[in-house]
């Protein structure tokens, strides 16, 4: 059966209910069936020291999402060349799932350096990008603005973010409103981010 899924990338280190707030409201209020949390081993724009191995980083996600049967987990990243283009990934998301078509999923403050992306072109021509709100400076690109591919989406502005996450836990203060119930039994037993 063809879907339409959303594609929500990111190295979820941990991910927390902000994470969850955006997918679950996206799959809910808009043209999406799925939404898959895309987890990348590496990001071309971040540094690897802080990040878990990708094996737990899945494993959180997946605890994090039992409840909810429209949003998956995806390794599809770990098995492809480093670093990690979304260009590539979406190549071979598109070869191995020929019947789905596939969107990306992101906040509006990447969609101002989105013409950074190596081929972003490429990605826009294919692919619809559903964008949330976040509370950030500057403007979108011009030649973004209006465009028939990209789909704002009244989401929830969600200010929480893993580097906070990890930084107060570190710290010793109790982060465990901000973390799915599971995440935080997960992380706390393997005694992550301490």
């Keep these: 059966m063809k879907k339409n899924i959303g594609l929500y990338f990111g190295t979820f280190n941990p991910i927390h209910v902000g994470h969850l707030v955006i997918a679950n409201h996206m799959v809910e209020f808009s043209a999406l069936d799925e939404v898959w949390f895309v987890i990348t081993p590496k990001s071309p724009f971040k540094q690897k020291q802080t990040l878990l191995d990708n094996h737990h980083r899945y494993q959180m996600v997946y605890e994090a999402i039992q409840e909810y049967p429209k949003l998956k987990a ?83 502005i969600m200010e929480i973010s893993s580097t906070f996450i990890r930084r107060e836990h570190k710290d010793g203060k109790n982060i465990k409103a901000l973390l799915p119930e599971k995440v935080w039994t997960y992380m706390d037993e393997m005694n992550f981010y301490r």
């Excluded at 283009?85 to 992101?106: K, N, S």
């Design 74 to 156: 995806s390794k599809i990243e770990f098995d492809l060349p480093q670093p990690n283009y979304t260009v590539t990934t979406l190549v071979h998301l598109r070869e191995r799932y020929a019947e789905h078509t596939f969107c990306l999923i992101m906040g509006e403050d990447n969609l101002k350096s989105f013409h950074k992306w190596k081929n972003y072109e490429a990605i826009l021509e294919h692919h619809d990008l559903y964008i949330y709100p976040r509370i950030s400076n500057g403007n979108e690109e011009h030649q973004f603005k209006d465009h028939p591919n990209i789909h704002t989406v009244d989401a929830p």
